[in-house]
Nanobody
Framework: QVQLVESGGGLVQAGGSLRLSCVAS????????MAWFRQAPGQERDIVAA????????YYADSVKGRFTISRVNAKSTVYLQMNSLKPEDTAVYYC?????????????????WGQGTQVTVSS
């Protein structure tokens, strides 16, 4: 059984930066695609970024391109989301997800394991 634990969320002013971390336990993640999703109150849980098992292929939602960077260190079973130039509309609970497949997907139903989420609040 895989457990994913996110950290790094918090309150930041617009234009600031945060770095989210997701540590996996229970199994290696070195052959699995990983992703970050976010969910604002009253909205769907949408993909933010995803990364191939090797780290060599990434995907970003249009709303975060050029501002966010997803990365991974398989030896540490950890995935990161560096968030720069944050905007109030980035406010949401951010979830880490693991897919039982090497290639990433845009769809939340394709991910098999989820963390509990970490709150990110961006003030204007």
């Amino acid at each position: 059984q895989v457990q994913l634990v996110e950290s790094g969320g918090g309150l930041v002013q617009a234009g600031g930066s945060l770095r989210l971390s997701c540590v996996a336990s229970g199994r290696t993640i070195s052959t699995n695609a990983m992703a970050w999703f976010r969910q604002a109150p009253g909205q769907e849980r949408d993909i933010v970024a995803a990364i191939h098992w090797s780290g060599g292929i990434t995907y970003y939602a249009d709303s975060v391109k050029g501002r966010f960077t997803i990365s991974r260190v398989n030896a540490k079973s950890t995935v990161y989301l560096q968030m720069n130039s944050l905007k109030p509309e980035d406010t949401a609970v951010y979830y880490c997800a693991l897919r039982s497949n090497a290639g990433y997907s845009y769809y939340r139903n394709d991910y098999n394991y989820w963390g509990q989420g970490t709150q990110v609040t961006v003030s204007s």
